[in-house]
């Protein structure tokens, strides 16, 4: 499942294209997409992709509040918009639109895209994603029938502030005390999996808890400071039985670029991640030095001639 709006339409061909190459080809896709822009992504439709507007996945409420926070947006302009946001993280919540835009509203449509699913394993993969040929169902199932968690821990000095401010967060909201030492996870980039069932179990907890629909509570939580994945990942090692948790490091599997300088510096350490055994997603951070200086088609067919070098080899052989 990949949560999208319009500005991720060059980077979703890229993801849609690698997906097509890989062992993940023909798994079900479930393309949320923001309403507005829907058409965009409808050339996509088909096959193993599926659309669905953020009408249908978000409360109707939900959805209306977030039409008028783009219509603030696009009255402000980005720069206005981010100090909106900055405003808002400082005074609590202030001006308190801003809750209904962007990144929250996308992690929002992702809790509630796999609390319908009629699967229970929910993979998002975030359109900033190119998979490697060597990518499988396997590695987000387990044998056994365990629940599959991607985790990756480190002590938390070197976390960043950005990452602390998540699982302190998460901790609040599941009033768990954060552990005064050992490791925490750490690990935010996609894939990541939910499981469907567990997902309802921890939307209901949260309504239980604060009297309020399970998207209220999320929505109060400080403007950029909760994560649906720390949250999600703190439930289960606080709520589900450990002997029914598969938890799956993702230090080899998922290997981020970051701030690559030009298109062919992301293909060089695109060609270096391939050949690293184990390694079956990136996530491209090509925002370099608080912008995008280019858009993923810039090394698009750079990293797909690669792929299919690749597959061609491997059929030879």
Known sequence: MTPVWAGDQGHFALLRKTLDRSGLARVPHQVVVQSEDEAAFQSFAGGPVTLQTTAAVLPPPLDQRRQQARRHIERLGIWATRMAGSLSLRTGGFPDWIRY????????????????????????????????????????????????????????????????????????????????????????DTPFVFHAPTVRCFLQHLERRYGQPWWSVLLSQPVRRWSEFASYRLFLRHHVAAGDVLWRRTDRMIQPIYDAATPAAVAERFAGLMAVPGTHYTTIHTQHAGRRPWSAGAYASLLLAMLETAISTDLGS
């Open 101 to 188: 835009s962007g990144w929250q509203i996308q992690q929002i449509s992702k809790l509630a895209a796999a609390a319908a699913s009629t699967a229970d394993t929910v993979v998002v993969i975030d359109s900033d994603v190119a998979v490697l040929p060597s990518a499988s169902e396997a590695d987000f199932t387990d044998p056994q029938g365990r629940i599959v968690c991607l985790y990756l821990q480190a002590p938390p000095t070197p976390m960043g502030t950005k990452q602390r401010r998540w699982v302190t967060q998460a901790h609040a909201l599941l009033c768990h005390p954060m552990p005064q030492s050992g490791p925490l996870d750490t690990s935010f």
